[in-house]
């Protein structure tokens, strides 16, 4: 089996002088040079400094020279690398993050697209520079009624934590009204912080700006504090992904879900509920820190198999051997630096793929996606219409009403 | 022999190896001398700086004379090393064997240890400890077990046939069984064999016809062992043989029955070709098989089925009879001194790295496939087609397949970097293609091998340094199934994506996943991957921790055929050293039940891990089999009315060593 990587934690504070020292460090001296990570990585062809050329530079002593190169803006933290190095390294958990951090600090110019996102989860708690007071509004407009926990005041089970592009973005609003509707549906008591949340900041950490994800991670763990729930529930994989990993290391211990995970494990009750007929081919994008991250391959499956009328087909690549949509590592911010680089969009790459498996919908579980597919699909051809949704919305399409 | 008299007072000799600087450099040896010289009962203490030699045991025997000695203690080695050495030195000078103790300061102490000065009290109190224990010894004496000359070998591959026939021809009866309906293993399947080229069944089946006619062979295939009891020299063994449906004596292997089979085609699965090609409900696996007798499916066969099929194979076989419907699964029971352990390995199942598309896309293959495929006698007789009925022009062999990897197996699976080379070289010779072997290291060691490597990239092959991430179809390709193989050529620094017809899979070799049933059938036991453990890497490498039961081939490991074949070799060696010596020497350190303190309560029984425990019916009393017991002491521990002693090892002994270890060292 390819193996679901253990959810170690991450060690706090490791830098490049000191990463050698501890036990995840090691393991990135027992590197053979195979070369798996570049060939599997989608931009490996792009980069100058792919994984195992950086072991290298750093066993040898030349690191300096990779920071200088603009290679590791590249690697959209897809987890492909870390997944299939025969040696078990954490590339994209201990390594990769490293070098990007000092890649960014060595560059002349940051890619302004970049800079600017990082600027703006700094100062208004989201990528986009919304107003924090509007981050509630998804769940009043329209005669949506969403528990919030400082309204309600009283312990709940799920601590729904909404995260930014599901917050602020019309489809990822509507993905938010879908799992509030599948919430009520399966009689979950639970509730949001509306507009106490701040992003979570796993693309934070990814792009390995430390500091701003300290800074997100200490506001969070406040707030959480504040309130008394069993569990934390997320629609967003990247914010299930620091969860998971980034944020224990900084005292977190509350057991965390991401949605798909939640209602597969309540599919026993999910499943009567789902009477409306979806006559749908859909084929499922594995979101990278979904799938290769947390081993979540076969959740969303069952979820999308449970409604009637689906038909699912794959990609020709699927589960660990995904390709990311190129969202990740900052990778959403990046998109002009990539074409001015000359490299493909991912997410055209993938929604190519998904053509031609012949489709009517592409199924995801990270909002990213919902984005970046959408707006490949207005420039890659096809002749049959084909549409992006969240799992969680054809699950609440097929609720009926 | 000397007998200890009543209240004769004990004089212990003491002495205290250097081991050149092994010991010395760490320890100060005659601080410890003096130190254990001031202890009660000891007469003299020395120091030497090689103890095991002769100078060394022959102080030690004058000693025992001059001094009147009747103890001897020596702190140096492990006693795996010389225990038997210093036994055998004061047995000489008269003394009983079990009257000497040995102190391990070496591995235990100076070996292990960075400080000299706690190094040096450590073996103070270590050697304390024995002259504490020491005084209470008694004589025991080492009993005499004989060997049944009869061998068991497990498993035909090349392993267990070469076993089989260098001990039968030097007259030893052996059993050979073997789970498959044919002798052969995995190198009946291949085409030809590193590093020489020659063809594997010209050289293979004179060994397996030998086998099959070899008087002193029992050869049952078809045939697992079901039950192990006893202990070496005299171990009893059920066999269970399933039923062919054809009786072996009767059956002249003429295969008239397969041609008269009701089905006129081939329809099933063939396992022998590994799915490659179709064989009917009856049939021969492959035609140099041995034994050459034919055998029924009964998933398959309409008869064996639902009775009612003409039995057209039947009327074939006519008046030989040798076909009979109701045979039923036999149980043999046979009694041998030695076993072999011969069991192989089975290839790493490609599925478990889904990148690589085996079992996704036709024109993936492993490598095993392909020996059948480019094997005259395989499903397309030799003739390298692919499953779309094309001859590949463009073909990748990727190395390493579910081998050095921490998310499949984590080993170097030895032969695959040499087979991957010969298929490539296979390949190319009956079809012309072109060849791209993608590996990370080339491994080459053994005899001849680097040469064949050398010879064969002078035949032009492209060689890759690069473990290949990812194969998917080609997406300019429509209806040919040609598949992109994408990698980083690490020399190169750069991504190659190479358009090929077919992609060969270079798995690994693995432990049968019912290693852990046949290790423990045997009482053997496995490194963590699930390869049966040698006693010794380097120095009892066919042995396990079991008595008179040996390994050979790759259920020990992966390896060549060289290298199976010469281990084969050994294991019979020590076979024959067991047989030929007539009988065992068993160590006294035993345990016994003190009968009038057993109160029949049976918790040791299920305890002790060599099944040496029973119960007397008639008294209600456990007893311990003396040949079995292994003295592991689980039993002493464990008894409620501490009614179980080991020699050696009895209460008194251990807690005045106890007591000798923990008081304080003078330095
Ligand atoms: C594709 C490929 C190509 C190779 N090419 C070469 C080559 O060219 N040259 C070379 O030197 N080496 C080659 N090898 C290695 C070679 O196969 C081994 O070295 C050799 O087969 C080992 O022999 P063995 O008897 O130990 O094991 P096996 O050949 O595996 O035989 C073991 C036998 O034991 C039987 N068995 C298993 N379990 C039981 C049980 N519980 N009870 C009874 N019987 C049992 C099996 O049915 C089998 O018959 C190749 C390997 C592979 C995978
Ligand atoms: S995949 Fe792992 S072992 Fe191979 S080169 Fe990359 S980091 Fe090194
Ligand atoms: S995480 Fe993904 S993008 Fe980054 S180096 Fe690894 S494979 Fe490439
Ligand atoms: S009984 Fe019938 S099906 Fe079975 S082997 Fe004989 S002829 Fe074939
Ligand atoms: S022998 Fe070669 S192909 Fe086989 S595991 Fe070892 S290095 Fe890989």
């Given amino acids: 089996m390819v193996a679901m990587l253990e959810p170690e934690l991450c060690e706090k504070g490791a830098t490049i002088e000191t990463v050698l020292d501890t036990p995840e460090g090691k393991r990135i001296l027992t590197c053979i040079q195979c070369g798996m990570c570049a060939g599997t990585c989608p931009y490996g062809e792009y980069m100058d400094y792919p994984p195992r050329r950086i072991i290298n530079m750093l066993r040898r002593g030349f690191i300096e020279e990779v920071f200088k190169s603009d290679s590791m803006l590249r690697c959209v933290a897809c987890y492909a690398c870390m997944s299939k190095c025969p040696r078990g390294i954490r590339l994209s958990d201990v390594l990769l993050p490293i070098v990007k951090e000092q890649t960014l600090i060595n560059q002349p110019e940051i890619p302004a697209e970049l800079q600017k996102t990082l600027q703006n989860t700094l100062r208004y708690g989201n990528p986009m520079g919304e107003s924090s007071r509007k981050r509630v509004n998804w769940a009043t407009a329209n005669g949506t009624k969403v528990p919030i926990m400082a309204e309600i005041k009283r312990p709940v089970d799920v601590l729904w934590f909404v995260e930014c592009y599901t917050a602020y973005y019309q489809r990822g609003q509507d993905n938010s009204r879908a799992v509030a509707k599948l919430f009520n549906a399966l009689g979950i008591d639970f ?56 944020y224990p290391m900084y005292g977190f211990n509350y057991p965390v879900e991401h949605t798909t995970g939640l209602f597969a494990r309540c599919l026993p009750q999910l499943k009567p509920k789902l009477t409306k007929k979806l006559n749908y081919t859909v084929t499922y994008h594995d979101a990278c820190c979904l799938g290769r991250r947390a081993g979540l391959y076969d959740e969303p499956r069952d979820l999308l198999l449970a409604i009637p009328g689906i038909k699912l087909v794959e990609m020709t690549h699927n589960r660990v051997n995904s390709i990311c949509c190129g969202g990740g590592g900052g990778g959403m911010w990046l998109d002009t630096f990539f074409k001015q680089k000359g490299m493909e969009r991912l997410s055209e790459r993938r929604v190519k793929e998904a053509i031609a498996t012949g489709a009517d919908v592409i199924a995801v579980s990270c909002p990213y996606e919902i984005y970046r597919f959408e707006d490949a699909l207005k420039v890659i051809p096809h002749d049959k219409p084909i549409i992006v949704r969240d799992v969680v919305e054809l699950l609440a399409e097929a609720l009926g009403d | 022999m000397y007998i200890p008299k009543k209240h004769e007072p004990v004089r212990i000799g003491f002495y205290i190896c250097h081991c050149g600087v092994n010991i010395a450099s760490m320890v100060d040896v005659k601080e410890v001398a003096k130190y254990v010289g001031t202890l009660p009962n000891v007469v003299v203490s020395r120091d030497y700086k090689y103890m095991c030699s002769d100078p060394g045991q022959e102080m030690i025997q004058q ?48 070996w292990v240890h960075t400080d000299r000065l706690e190094a040096t009290r450590k073996a103070m109190a270590l050697a304390r400890a024995a002259i504490q224990r020491v005084p209470l010894h008694k004589p025991l004496e080492v009993k005499k077990v004989a060997v049944h000359p009869n061998v068991l070998i497990v498993g035909g591959g090349i392993a267990g046939i070469h076993a089989a026939l260098v001990l039968a021809n030097a007259g030893k009866r052996v059993y050979l069984v073997e789970r498959d309906p044919t002798i052969g293993g995995h190198m009946a399947k291949f085409d030809k064999t590193f590093p020489t080229l020659d063809c594997a069944m010209c050289v293979l089946s004179p060994k397996m016809a030998a086998v099959g006619s070899h008087p002193n062979i029992t050869l049952w295939t078809y045939s697992e062992v079901a039950k192990v009891d006893g202990y070496v020299g005299n171990y009893k063994v059920v066999v269970r043989r399933k039923p062919r449906y054809v009786l072996e004596d009767l059956c002249t292997g003429c295969q008239e029955c397969v041609e008269a089979c009701v089905y006129k085609e081939p329809k099933f699965r063939d396992e022998f070709n590994l799915g490659l090609g179709k064989r009917k409900p009856i049939r021969l696996p492959f035609p140099q098989a041995i034994p050459p007798v034919t055998l029924i499916d009964p998933e398959t066969c309409i008869e064996l089925k639902s009775g009612k099929c003409k039995k057209t194979c039947l009327e074939a076989c006519g008046d030989r009879k040798a076909i009979d419907f109701k045979q039923q699964e036999e149980l043999r029971e046979i009694l041998v001194g030695t076993i072999i352990v011969a069991t192989g390995y089975q290839i790493f199942d490609a599925k478990r790295t889904p990148y690589y598309g085996y079992g996704v896309y036709p024109n993936v293959y492993n490598a095993l496939e392909v020996e059948r495929l480019i094997n005259a006698s395989g499903p397309t007789n030799g003739e390298l087609v692919m499953r779309n009925g094309q001859v590949p022009k463009k073909v990748a062999v990727i190395h390493c397949v579910g081998s ?44 001849g091998m680097e040469e064949f490597y050398n010879r064969l990239s002078e035949e032009g092959m492209m060689l890759v340094r690069g473990k290949v991430a990812d194969v998917y179809p080609d997406p300019t390709d429509g209806t040919t199934g040609r598949l992109i193989v994408q990698a980083e050529d690490t020399l190169m620094s750069r991504i190659l994506k190479i358009p090929v017809d077919m992609v060969v899979l270079s798995v690994g070799l693995e432990p049968h996943p019912d290693s852990d049933k046949i290790r423990r059938l045997f009482n053997m036991s496995c490194s963590s991957e699930g390869w049966f453990l040698e006693r010794h890497p380097k120095l009892a490498p066919v042995s396990t921790f079991t008595d008179g039961i040996f390994l050979a081939g790759c259920c020990q490991g992966p390896k060549d055929i060289p290298d199976s074949v010469a281990q084969a070799g050994a294991a019979a060696a020590e076979c024959f050293s ?23 309560c049976k918790s040791c029984i299920p305890l002790c891990p060599y099944t040496a425990i029973s119960l007397l019916e008639d008294k209600k009393k456990a007893y311990i089999n003396e040949a079995l017991c292994k003295g592991c002491g689980t039993c002493v521990a464990s008894c409620p009315s501490g009614s179980i002693v080991q020699n050696l090892f009895e209460d008194a002994e251990v807690f005045s060593e106890i007591e000798g270890l923990l008081a304080p060292v003078p330095v």
């Fill in chain 2, 578 to 600: 067991l047989i030929d010596k007539g009988h065992i020497e068993q160590e006294p350190n035993t345990a016994f039940v003190v009968e009038k303190e057993c109160s029949g």
């Fill in chain 2, 404 to 447: 050095r990897d921490e998310n499949t197996n984590r080993w170097c699976s030895r032969v695959c970097c040499l087979y991957s080379l010969k298929l490539a070289h296979l390949i190319h010779e009956r079809t012309n293609a072109e060849i791209v072997n993608f590996y990370i290291d080339m491994r080459t060691p053994g005899k």
């Fill in chain 2, 63 to 110: 000693d025992i004379i001059e001094n009147r000695l009747n103890r001897v203690v020596v702190a140096a080695c492990s006693p795996m090393l010389h225990e038997q050495t210093f036994r055998k030195a004061t047995e000489k000078a008269g003394i009983n064997p079990f009257f000497f103790q040995m102190v391990n300061i070496r591995e235990h102490d100076a």
């Fill in chain 1, 191 to 246: 509730a949001i912080l509306g507009n106490e949340e701040k992003c979570a900041g796993d693309c934070g950490q990814l792009t390995w700006e430390s500091g701003l994800f300290e800074t997100l991670t200490d506001y969070n763990m406040e707030i959480f504090k504040k309130y008394k729930f069993n569990r934390i529930v997320t629609g967003d994989a990247h914010a299930f992904n620091a969860f998971r990993i980034r």
